[in-house]
């Protein structure tokens, strides 16, 4: 089983900031990307910013300049770093991760966490 636990979600005034951190545990052999998405009620998700375990960032375009990705090798993890937040940031974002679950194979599974709201109002 792996678990994605996500925390650093919150209330904030628009032009502030908000770190997102995101743990996996479990069983799984590598992580080979792991990133944030947005939840809508009934939708699918919708990719905020990924990073791969080489380091390759992909970002949404509406957060670009304004939100940066890391990785967090010691804890499993993955960051989101949320700067100059604005009103139509406001949603639940979810962390995932890709991983591997043995070494003989090339497949892997997606794994979600359950997440973290951001609330962005003066």
């Known amino acids: 089983q792996v678990q994605l636990v996500e925390s650093g979600g919150g209330l904030v005034q628009p032009g502030g900031s908000l770190r997102l951190s995101c743990a996996a545990s479990?069983?799984?052999?590598?992580?080979?990307?792991m990133g944030w998405y947005l939840q809508a009620p009934g939708k699918q998700r919708h990719t905020v910013a990924t990073?791969?375990?080489?380091?390759?960032?992909t970002y949404a375009d509406s957060v670009k300049g304004r939100f940066t990705i890391s990785r967090d090798d010691a804890k499993n993890g993955v960051t989101l770093q949320m700067n100059r937040l604005r009103t139509e940031d406001p949603a639940v974002y979810c962390c995932?991760?890709?991983?591997?679950?043995?070494?003989?194979?090339?497949?892997?599974?997606?794994?979600w966490g359950r997440g973290t709201l951001v609330n962005v109002s003066s």
């Open positions: 479990g069983s799984f052999f590598s992580i080979r990307a």
């Open positions: 990073i791969t375990s080489g380091g390759n960032t």
């Open positions: 995932y991760a890709e991983v591997t679950l043995t070494s003989v194979t090339a497949g892997s599974l997606k794994v």
